[in-house]
C-alpha cells in the first residue's frame, strides 16, 4: 500500500476539520448593508460609563471583510438629545474607524474579551469636535449577532480640562436593526 493511500483519510478528515473552524470565526456575517446599522445605548451601570452621559446612543455601520485591512472598515455615530441645560450632543458623526496598523503585527491584536465573542479588535477613531482628543473603540463580534463597542481615552485629570479633553469610558451593547436607529 502506497503512502497515498495510507493517508488519504487522514488528509480529508484535516481538510474537513478545517473548513469547519474557518466557517466558525467567519465574520462577514457581522456587515451591514444600506438599509442596516447596528444600534443601541451605553451601558448604564456607573462603573462602564465615565465622561459620557446615561442617555447616548450609538450606530455602527461595518464592513467585517475589511476589518484587517488598511481602511476604515466601519463609521461610528452616537446621539444624545437635548435636554434643559444641554442642546443636541453628538460626540461621533460618521467617524471612521482607523485601523492601526502596527497592531496587525503584535499579540495585542489578538486579546480575548470572554466566552461569546467571535472576535475582537481595537481601532482609533476621532470626535465630531475637532480638538477633542481621539480614543480608542475596541468592538467585540458577538457570538449572538451583536457588537459590543467600548470606547476609551485617557484624557486629563485636570477638572478645568476641556470637555474634549477628559477622561471616557462607555461600553455599547449594539444589535443590528433596519434602517439608521432614529439618528
Sequence with gaps: MGKRARYGPFFAQLL???TVLAGCNDVDR???????AYCGAITLGSPFREGLSPRVQM????DATRLDGDDAPGRLWTFEAATETRPERRL????ALRPI????????????????RVR???FAVSPSEPLAEAMLAFLSLRSDGGVEVRL???????PEADEGRRPIFGMFSLVRREGQCGF
Excluded at 496598523?101 to 461569546?116: I, N, T, V
Design 16 to 18: 474537513a476539520a478545517g
Design 30 to 36: 457581522f456587515s451591514t448593508d444600506a438599509q442596516h
Design 59 to 62: 450606530r455602527l455601520t461595518l
Design 92 to 95: 461621533f458623526d460618521g467617524a
Design 101 to 116: 496598523r502596527p497592531l496587525a503585527h503584535d499579540p495585542l491584536s489578538q486579546f480575548e474579551m470572554g466566552e461569546g
Design 120 to 122: 475582537n479588535t481595537i
Design 152 to 158: 476609551v481615552r485617557a484624557g486629563s485629570e485636570d
